[in-house]
C-alpha cells in the first residue's frame, strides 16, 4: 500500500519521523483496536447530538456535528469546500469536526462587544490543515445568531478566473466584475433572508439618468436589482457593503465579514484587459471588500482566512501572515488575533479514521488493521487534507 500511494504525496509535506519509533501516545487507541463496537455505539462516539455551534466546547473536540440540509443551503450556499462537497454527497451528511480554533473564535465572537471597532481574527497554517471549514463552522454560528455575514468563499477567484471585464460605469479607472457580482450577490441574498428586507439605505443613489434608488429601498430590492442588470452588480455590491458597513453601528444588527484567501486583495492577479495586466486596485470587488476588512466601523467582527491558493506567483511552503500578507496587507489588518490551525491531533486523526471507516469509506483490506492506521497516518502526516485525499484513494 506505501508504494502505490508514495505519489499521492506532495513534495511540500513532511512525513512524521516518529511514526513507526514513538508510539507511545497511540498505546490507548492500539489497545482498542480489536474491540468490536455495535455500529450505533461508534457513531453515537464519533458524532455529538450537540448541533448547535454556540454549545460547542472543548468536550467535543475531536467529535463530528451534523449539518442540516437546509442549513447547508442557507448559511453556506457557497462556502464549503469542493472537495468537503463530494464528500457530503458520497456520505450523504454534512458532518464537520468540533476542533479547537473552532472553538476558540466561536468563543470571541460570543463575547465581542458590539460598541467597540470591529476585531480582526486571521486563521492561518499550512496547506490543507483546515482553515476553510473552521471559517465555516464560525459561519454558521453567525448564521444561527441572526447575524448579517458577508462571506467572499473564494477571494483569490476574483483575481486569478474572470469570465468577464468591463469598464466601471461609477470610475473610469476601474473594471467591473458582472458575473462574479452578480454570483456573489446570488449567495448573499440567500444567506441573509429576510435580514436584508429590513435594512433600508440611508441615502439616494443614481445609476444612470432614468435609474435612482430612493432612500429607504431596501438591501433585498438592491440585491435584486443588481441580479436583473448584471452591468449594475459590481456597483450593487459596494452600494450594500457601504450602507451595512455605516449602519452596523446603529446596534440594529450584527455583522460578520468571512473572507477565505484574505491575502488576495494584496497579491498579483492573473488578469488582464486590452492585452494589459490588472492590477489588484483596478478591481470594484476588491477596492469596496478592502473597505470591508479596515476596523473603522463597529457592530460585528471580521474573521479571514490566509490561503496559498490566494497568493498568485507565491512560493508554496509560506504560510505565516507576515510572509502571505506582504507589507501593504500585513499593515492594512494589524492588528489582528491570530489563530494557527493545525494539523490533526492525534484524538482528532484517530476519529477521522474511525469516521472513515464507519462510512466505509476505507475499502482496502488492510485499512482496518493496526498497521493500516499507522501507515495512513505516517503517509499523511495527520494533514487533514491529505489524509482525505489517501483516503479516497483507497
Given at each position: 500500500m506505501l508504494r502505490s500511494l508514495r505519489k499521492l504525496i506532495p513534495r511540500g509535506y513532511q512525513l512524521e519521523q516518529d511514526g513507526f519509533l514513538y508510539p507511545r501516545t497511540w498505546q490507548r487507541t492500539m489497545s482498542t483496536q480489536n474491540v468490536q463496537l455495535q455500529p450505533e455505539m461508534l457513531r453515537a462516539a464519533l458524532v455529538t447530538s450537540q448541533n448547535d455551534p454556540a454549545k460547542h466546547s472543548e468536550e467535543h473536540l475531536g467529535q463530528y456535528y451534523i449539518i442540516s440540509p437546509a442549513e447547508v443551503k442557507e448559511a453556506l450556499p457557497h462556502g464549503l469546500p469542493a472537495r468537503f462537497k463530494l464528500q457530503m454527497k458520497t456520505f450523504n451528511e454534512a458532518c464537520v469536526m468540533v476542533r479547537q480554533p473552532a472553538v476558540e473564535l466561536i468563543t470571541y465572537l460570543k463575547h465581542t462587544n458590539l460598541s467597540h471597532p470591529a476585531v480582526r481574527y486571521l486563521l492561518y497554517g499550512e496547506k490543507s490543515t483546515g482553515k476553510t471549514m473552521v471559517l465555516c463552522h464560525a459561519v454558521h454560528y453567525c448564521a444561527r445568531q441572526n447575524w448579517v455575514i458577508v462571506h467572499i468563499p473564494d477571494a483569490h477567484l476574483w483575481v486569478k478566473n474572470c469570465k468577464e471585464l468591463i469598464p466601471s460605469s461609477y470610475n473610469n479607472e476601474r473594471l467591473d466584475q458582472p458575473v462574479e457580482a452578480a454570483n456573489w450577490l446570488k449567495n448573499f441574498r440567500t444567506t441573509n433572508g429576510k435580514l436584508l428586507a429590513q435594512i433600508k439605505t440611508k441615502q439616494k443613489y443614481i445609476w444612470g439618468k432614468r435609474d435612482i434608488t430612493e432612500e429607504g429601498c431596501s438591501l433585498s430590492d438592491l440585491a435584486e436589482k443588481g441580479l436583473a442588470w448584471v452591468t449594475y452588480a459590481s456597483d450593487a455590491v459596494g452600494v450594500i457593503l457601504k450602507e451595512l458597513k455605516q449602519q452596523s453601528c446603529q446596534g440594529s444588527f450584527r455583522l460578520l465579514v468571512a473572507v477565505d484567501g484574505i491575502n488576495s486583495l494584496w497579491g498579483k492577479t492573473a488578469l488582464k484587459h486590452n492585452k494589459q495586466n490588472v492590477s489588484v486596485e483596478e478591481l470594484t470587488l476588491i477596492h469596496n471588500l478592502r473597505k470591508m476588512v479596515e476596523n473603522d466601523w463597529a457592530g460585528g467582527a471580521i474573521v479571514a482566512t490566509l490561503s496559498q491558493t490566494g497568493a498568485?506567483?507565491?512560493?508554496?511552503?509560506?504560510?505565516?501572515?507576515?510572509?502571505?500578507?506582504?507589507?501593504?496587507?500585513?499593515?492594512?489588518?494589524?492588528?489582528?488575533?491570530?489563530?494557527?490551525?493545525?494539523?490533526?491531533?492525534?484524538?482528532?486523526?484517530?476519529?477521522?479514521?474511525?469516521?472513515?471507516?464507519?462510512?466505509?469509506?476505507?475499502?482496502?483490506?488492510?485499512?482496518?488493521?493496526?498497521?493500516?492506521?499507522?501507515?495512513?497516518?505516517?503517509?499523511?502526516?495527520?494533514?487533514?487534507?491529505?489524509?482525505?485525499?489517501?483516503?479516497?484513494?483507497?
Open positions: 498568485p506567483f507565491t512560493p508554496r511552503p509560506l504560510y505565516l501572515p507576515h510572509e502571505l500578507l506582504g507589507r501593504d496587507g500585513f499593515a492594512t489588518l494589524d492588528p489582528f488575533v491570530p489563530i494557527e490551525v493545525c494539523n490533526y491531533t492525534d484524538a482528532e486523526f484517530e476519529s477521522c479514521y474511525q469516521y472513515y471507516l464507519e462510512r466505509k469509506w476505507l475499502q482496502h483490506e488492510k485499512a482496518n488493521t493496526k498497521e493500516g492506521r499507522m501507515e495512513l497516518r505516517f503517509l499523511s502526516g495527520r494533514n487533514p487534507g491529505l489524509f482525505e485525499r489517501i483516503s479516497a484513494f483507497l
